[in-house]
């Protein structure tokens, strides 16, 4: 009686286990990976399956990496007796620059499980730096005491944080003579007019892109204003 009752248990109320079958990848990293020097940088994989998904984490070459003092691994596998299949997810943490993880470092995301390896995922990682200088900085509409500046965005490979712009009056003998406070301008902002020039002055203005990396060197254009119409 008491086996009887405990086939048709089986049957009725515990899940059918699942033949074996190559795990799914439900979470991987991109094929690039951007960071910034001496930030955290945190890969992900997660895949499921039956039997239970193991994950490893290979360096360029195909070195099996470890938790130690440059690297930080933290994998789980999430299942009960009523939950199949089951779910692996493996992080790998690291400091962006650091000698075993500097630009073009490539790291592996192997999935695999007790039947066998299924799954490479390889992402590269870019260690991105300050952005290259603004782009066809100009100036127009000038006046005795104003002018229009512009630009284009410069490639960088995370996204710009803001703009500077100075500018600085310049005697004829092209000793300076008077440097502004640099303004501050946001990272969608592409044109931006000065107002308070002294008339039929040498200037020269220049510009600096920043991003979470650090500043651009500077791009600079020269100008005069014009006289002053004002009669004196």
Same mark, same amino acid.
């Given at each position: 009686?008491?086996?009887?009752?405990?086939?048709?248990?089986?049957?009725?109320?515990?899940?059918?286990?699942?033949?074996?079958?190559?795990?799914?990848?439900?979470?991987?990293?991109?094929?690039?990976?951007?960071?910034?020097?001496?930030?955290?940088?945190?890969?992900?994989?997660?895949?499921?399956?039956?039997?239970?998904?193991?994950?490893?984490?290979?360096?360029?070459?195909?070195?099996?990496?470890? &938790?130690?003092? +440059?690297? @930080?691994?933290?994998?789980? !596998?999430?299942?009960?007796? /009523? =939950?199949?299949?089951?779910? *692996?997810?493996?992080?790998?943490?690291?400091?962006?620059?650091?000698?075993?993880?500097?630009?073009?470092?490539?790291?592996?995301?192997?999935?695999?499980?007790?039947?066998?390896?299924?799954?490479?995922?390889?992402?590269?990682?870019?260690?991105?730096?300050?952005?290259?200088?603004?782009?066809?900085?100009?100036? &127009?509409?000038? +006046?005795? @005491?104003?002018?229009?500046? !512009?630009?284009?965005?410069? /490639? =960088?490979?995370?996204?710009? *944080?803001?703009?500077?712009?100075?500018?600085?009056?310049?005697?004829?003998?092209?000793?300076?003579?008077?440097?502004?406070?640099?303004?501050?301008?946001?990272?969608?902002?592409?044109?931006?007019?000065?107002?308070?020039?002294?008339?039929?002055?040498?200037?020269?203005?220049?510009?600096?892109?920043?991003?979470?990396?650090?500043?651009?060197?500077?791009?600079?254009?020269?100008?005069?204003?014009?006289?002053? =119409?004002?009669?004196?």
């Amino acid at each position: 009686m008491t086996l009887h009752f405990t086939i048709l248990y089986c049957m009725f109320f515990l899940p059918p286990i699942p033949f074996p079958e190559n795990p799914v990848v439900t979470e991987a990293p991109a094929n690039i990976t951007i960071a910034i020097a001496m930030e955290t940088v945190e890969l992900t994989c997660s895949a499921e399956g039956f039997p239970t998904p193991s994950i490893m984490w290979l360096n360029r070459s195909s070195n099996a990496l470890q &938790s130690d003092g +440059t690297f @930080s691994i933290n994998s789980s !596998s999430t299942s009960n007796r /009523f =939950s199949v299949p089951t779910v *692996t997810t493996s992080t790998l943490s690291f400091s962006a620059g650091d000698s075993r993880a500097g630009n073009n470092s490539q790291f592996t995301c192997e999935v695999g499980n007790v039947l066998g390896r299924f799954h490479d995922i390889v992402t590269t990682l870019r260690i991105a730096g300050p952005p290259n200088p603004p782009g066809s900085f100009s100036v &127009s509409s000038i +006046t005795s @005491s104003s002018a229009t500046f !512009s630009w284009t965005e410069p /490639f =960088s490979l995370v996204n710009i *944080t803001g703009y500077n712009l100075t500018f600085l009056q310049v005697a004829s003998d092209s000793s300076s003579v008077f440097q502004s406070k640099p303004e501050s301008l946001e990272p969608d902002q592409l044109q931006f007019t000065f107002s308070k020039f002294l008339p039929f002055s040498n200037y020269s203005a220049s510009l600096t892109a920043s991003n979470r990396a650090g500043e651009s060197v500077f791009t600079e254009i020269t100008f005069v204003t014009e006289e002053s =119409s004002e009669p004196n």
